[in-house]
């Protein structure tokens, strides 16, 4: 698939009247109150957020189940929604050297069953046919790894998924894609790293650099949201770890 932007990073392919809805949300009247989503936060995420805001980009940690990517979704629907981006792109790695192009269907159809959490919270958070339409239009896009070098993305919302299985260059790509009026959050968990060799991974080395990139965050999220025994399961499955790297050593 061939990918040609104009100068504002859209994507030209698209329908016409895709691209008309993509580029005048910021001109649109903004709304007077706050924006009600139908899952609210609670007030380790609300910090969450705070910082988000505050960040060009956020490095957001958690174990599975800390509500990393609901977080994402909901800053990035808030975002568009009071007109401070102009479209949602998702990027999330399926840790298969991002060769999909012997799947069947379009690029959505495509990546479907990886961008399932990723929609699945959208759809959570709002009305169901609105992000659907948000999908048909363009406004939320979807873009794999591979499609995104030599893009830029221009007063768009960027959340990168599952950022523990990309790798260090993969991430140094994906990172130069900002562009003026965006914001980025990469969502990540160490111990859900899927590559074969861990290493490969570029997450811990971009955590890194932390401290030593100005507008660049991490917060860690701690307060399971799924069931009490999510947590107990994945102590045990920790301390496992933990003892097999001390009989490597």
Known sequence: MKIIEDENGIDIAQPKAARHKIGNNKTKRKPKNPIKFDVQLNEEQKQAKDLILKNAITILTGKAGSGKTLLACQCALDEYFTRQVERIVIVRSTVSKEDIGYLPGDL?????????????????????????????????SIVPIAFMRGRTFVDSFIIVDEAQNVTDEQLEMILSRLGKGSRMILCGDENQNDFKRKTDSGFNELIEMVNSVPELGMYQLQKNHRHSVVDAILSEYHKKRL???????
């Open 108 to 140: 959505y159809e495509k990546m479907e069953p990886w961008m399932q959490p990723i929609i699945g919270n959208m759809h959570l958070l709002t009305k169901k046919d609105k992000v659907d339409t948000m999908l048909k239009d363009g406004v939320i």
């Open 243 to 249: 003892a097999k790297e001390q009989l490597k050593t």
